[in-house]
């Protein structure tokens, strides 16, 4: 579709450069700014990338539309939701949408990645393995080596060639999940739900005895107006907490860098979080309820973009 415009943007451009008449340009210019908002709003050109996890190809999907710059990641490949919303904002306004593509053996979309590394056969949580003591708490610290390698390749691809800091022209990087808990067991292991409660410490009163993440977070913002517990802002630094209570969202700030420098795995756990932070790069992370979330997510995203302006 974007094609056969870009051919017919190309036809008009050239019939108006030969002509010498005034009233034929004028009539034509209508037609070419029609043309020009219509490309705009053109769907993102999706692009892939094959970074190596130990002996395994992992595919990175790059889906950009140049029209604004703002990077998405998406790590998470079962967290269909999430994309598809990130997606059709990139569409809509333009950006960059980064997911990792990773299959379960019965070839559902999985969220984690299985992968050989010498000779035997590890899984990691993409979103555990950005910081060195992240990896050493994950599931693979024995293949640490090849997965610091894949972080470092995929750093490179979400932040600017460096892997430490912001491309060119952005002001923070956005993550976006699906906050549906599918794999049962995993579930049972955690024993709590992911909402923004779940980061408030214990205050010792009426027998609260403090959420299950209270560790990872300074301080949370707990709005009157968020329905659903499942849906909520969790960023690098209070710098847009205001933006974000303003349009009633449940708004999570994760802990200070100096606060993050510690082996507890439940605090440093190798989030892209916690590595964004440590590098002081701006970091929002968009959580919505697996089920009924969708309506609120396109929310958020509406929210980040007016960040750009
Ligand atoms: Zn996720």
Partial sequence: MSRSKAKLRVKYRSSSDSCENFMNRSALFPVIVLLAALSAEAAAVKSTRMLFLGETG??????????????????????????????????????????????????????????????????????????????????????EAAVRNFAEDLLKIILAPDGKTLREGEKFIVAVHTNADLDAKEKAARKTDLTAAAFVRSTGAEGFSGGAYQEQADGVYLSNAEDDADNFVFLSTPAFIGHFAEKGFNVVVQKSPARLQTQNCRVDDGSLSVYAAREQIPYINLEADGTTGAPRQKQMLEAVYELLN
Avoid: M, W
């Fill in 58 to 143: 992992v595919k990175i999907n790059i889906y950009e539309n140049p029209a604004r710059r703002i990077t998405f990641f998406a790590p998470h490949y079962n967290e269909r939701q999430a994309a598809r919303a990130a997606r059709e904002a990139v569409d809509a306004f333009g950006g960059r949408l980064i997911e990792i593509e990773s299959f379960d053996e019965r070839g559902r979309p999985a969220r984690h990645i299985k992968f050989r590394f010498g000779g035997r056969i590890y899984s990691i949580d993409p979103n555990r393995i950005y910081t060195e003591n992240g990896r050493a708490c994950g599931s693979a610290p024995d293949a």
